[in-house]
């Protein structure tokens, strides 16, 4: 039998670090995301091969069924860590890969892997809905992390994403903004290291109440904007309250401090996608700055 599974990609675009201690934070699922296509077969081998949005093979495996080690792989570290999350998963459901038959898995990314919309997230989720097991527990026995991006690769819509009491709490929100058309993703032509970005956070060691308080109240005013001047301000405040914290200039103040509108920094700060407001045409600054991945709002969001 065959079966194919499908997350979404994801958005921060409020909490930020904050999100780990338990921050009321917007994410959103993006209309990118991965699929997995698993064809049962009788080799008693799982073959591996991972494409993307250009439907070429990034990585490509085969490890024996009955022992779940390596025979051959493209990359040592990718496979190391593959292994980990189907061992993790076997652990959380001991009945899963123990039919005996082999398969051929094949994902598949519908953007390119240094955009940061979460290639492993996506992953995650897709092997916790085949081997039928909490996608919460298997990121936080495997890649660690707030959660948020799982959740979104569950839904459809935007959301409001907590910890609390270090459970994750959801609620699908509608944040459809009347100045949609006035909000842009602007790709900084890197991929961000969220674990490193997460251990530099924990290092600062911050009596954070405050910080929490403070994030939490910008995300519902956000959430409830409706115009764009408002929400221009929400976003410079949520900027400089996350810089002071960190002790590091905004992305504006580093790279594109004469640029007229709003810039806000989305997840781990220094990589990734950064939310622009402006329209059409003041987007020929980014252009002619290097930055020629430009998004949408409503390409972007599902």
């Known amino acids: 039998m065959n079966k194919e599974f499908y997350s979404n990609g994801k958005l921060l675009i409020t909490g930020e670090y904050a999100i780990l201690d338990g921050a009321k934070a917007l994410a959103i699922p993006t209309k990118y995301g991965q699929s997995l296509t698993i064809v049962e077969t009788e080799t008693n081998i799982v073959s591996w091969r991972s494409l993307d949005e250009k439907d070429k093979v990034w990585f490509d495996a085969k490890y024996t069924l009955e022992s779940m080690t390596e025979i051959s792989s493209t990359n040592s570290e990718i496979s190391k860590t593959l292994l ?6 076997q652990r959380l459901n001991p009945y899963f890969l123990k039919d005996g038959e082999g398969f051929d898995i094949e994902t598949y990314l519908t953007f390119p892997r240094d955009w940061g919309l979460g290639t492993s997230s996506t992953l995650i989720n897709n092997i916790a809905q085949w081997a039928d097991v909490n996608p919460y527990h298997l990121l936080k026995n495997t890649f660690g992390g707030s959660g948020f991006d799982v959740a979104c690769a569950r839904h459809k819509t935007p959301i409001l994403y907590q910890l ?5 709490t959801v609620q699908e929100v509608n944040f459809d903004p009347d100045f949609k058309d006035q909000l842009f993703f602007v790709h900084l032509n890197k991929k961000q290291n969220t674990r490193e ?3 530099q956070y924990r290092q600062l060691k911050l009596n954070n109440g405050e910080l929490l308080d403070t994030i939490g109240e910008i995300t519902t005013k956000i959430v409830s904007c409706h115009d764009l001047v408002t929400f221009e301000t929400l976003l410079d405040q949520h900027e400089m309250v996350i ?4 002790k590091t200039p905004t992305i504006k103040k580093l790279l594109f401090h004469d640029y007229i509108g709003s810039i806000k920094s989305l997840g781990a700060w220094g990589g990734d996608f950064i939310l622009v407001t402006g329209d059409k045409a003041s987007m020929e600054y980014f252009r002619l700055k290097g930055y020629n991945t430009i998004i949408p709002f409503t390409e972007m969001v599902l």
């Open 84 to 89: 980990e999350i189907l061992n993790e998963a």
């Open 243 to 246: 810089s002071v914290t960190l």
């Open 197 to 199: 970005g997460i251990s």
């Open 164 to 168: 609390e009491n270090s459970m994750p």
